[in-house]
């Protein structure tokens, strides 16, 4: 059975929040609001939400905090996302229910607004007092009686900036934990193509973050960020690298190279290595 996919309004009523004015926009100060549903099975969204709050969760496992970091996470979801939690009564924080139609233009330049496994960002005590402030001020626009919704979405646009900030700033925060990741991922690769039962097609980059226990998304910035490549050009430049070798040290057919790296037809290999290298399989063979 599908999940019914709710709209601001429909979320509202499902949360047991006050009644948002419009189908557009909703801001919730969660010290305002007493009879929130604090559990749900999973449900999908039709509209942005951004969110700062303290950790609410019944099963939270409290992360090792840095010296300077702050007990404040931010989320932002997307439509298609789906939810599901189980937390105690809050006394702290704010929710965003924003239209896509206001939105779209802006995320596209945030990869992380697609986080969809809730990779929070953990932030310090200065990023904390600026969201904080932001969300704050949003919310008191808000209450007015005919606000503003450009403000608001200014206010919007700049939780979406000083997000992205402070992403980069965690992936460097978090550099010895990540390079485990990074790691992982380069074993995990040759594991995968060294899989002496053959493979079953070219990996994704999902394959690789469900590995990780991280969203595409989340994945393939931390990946780049250390790196300078994203994933799937780590994965090419390895597939590119397995057929040169093989190309050169064996005696195995390109057809059978092909199907040996996860190349469905041996023209889509053949397309792919001239992509890379300006030579057909057969040329660079020869040469």
């Known amino acids: 059975m599908t999940n019914k996919i709710f709209n601001i309004k429909e979320f509202a009523s499902y949360l047991n929040v006050t009644k948002p004015k419009n189908e557009d926009l909703l801001i919730i100060n ?8 604090l559990q749900s099975d999973s449900v999908t969204i039709d509209f942005y939400l951004l969110a700062i709050k303290p950790p609410l969760e019944k099963n ?20 298609q996302n789906n939810l599901d939690w189980d937390i ?7 929710n965003i229910l924003v239209s896509a139609k206001y939105v779209n233009k802006l995320a596209k330049d945030y990869n992380f607004v697609h986080y969809n496994n809730h990779e929070a960002l953990f932030l310090t005590t200065d ?35 000083y997000t992205q900030v402070f992403y ?17 991922f380069y074993k995990n690769l040759k594991q995968y ?17 469900q590995k990780a226990n991280l969203s595409p998304n ?12 994203s994933p799937i050009e780590h994965i090419h430049n390895f597939v590119l690298n397995q057929a040169k070798d093989k190309l050169k040290n064996t005696s195995l057919s390109i057809s059978e190279i092909s199907y040996s790296l996860g190349f469905d037809y ?3 290999f053949a397309r792919f290595f001239r992509k890379k290298t300006g030579l057909s399989p057969k040329v660079f063979r020869e040469m």
């Open 60 to 79: 939270f496992k409290e992360p090792q905090f840095l010296e300077d970091q702050a007990k404040s996470f931010m989320y932002v979801d997307c439509p």
């Open 30 to 37: 969660y010290e305002h609001e007493d009879n929130l549903r």
């Open 218 to 229: 989340y994945f393939g910035d931390l990946i780049k960020h250390f790196t300078g490549e």
């Open 127 to 161: 990023e904390e007092v600026i969201l904080w402030d932001l969300y704050k001020k949003a919310y008191h626009e808000f209450q007015k009686e005919f606000y503003s919704k450009d403000v608001i979405m200014s206010y919007i646009a700049l939780i979406l900036s």
């Open 193 to 209: 193509f060294g899989n002496s039962d053959g493979i079953a097609g070219l990996p994704s980059v999902a394959y690789f973050a």
């Open 266 to 268: 041996p023209n889509y």
């Open 168 to 184: 980069d700033r965690q992936f460097d925060s978090r550099s010895r934990e990540y390079n485990s990741v990074i790691d992982n």
């Open 88 to 94: 105690n009564a809050p006394n702290a924080g704010y």
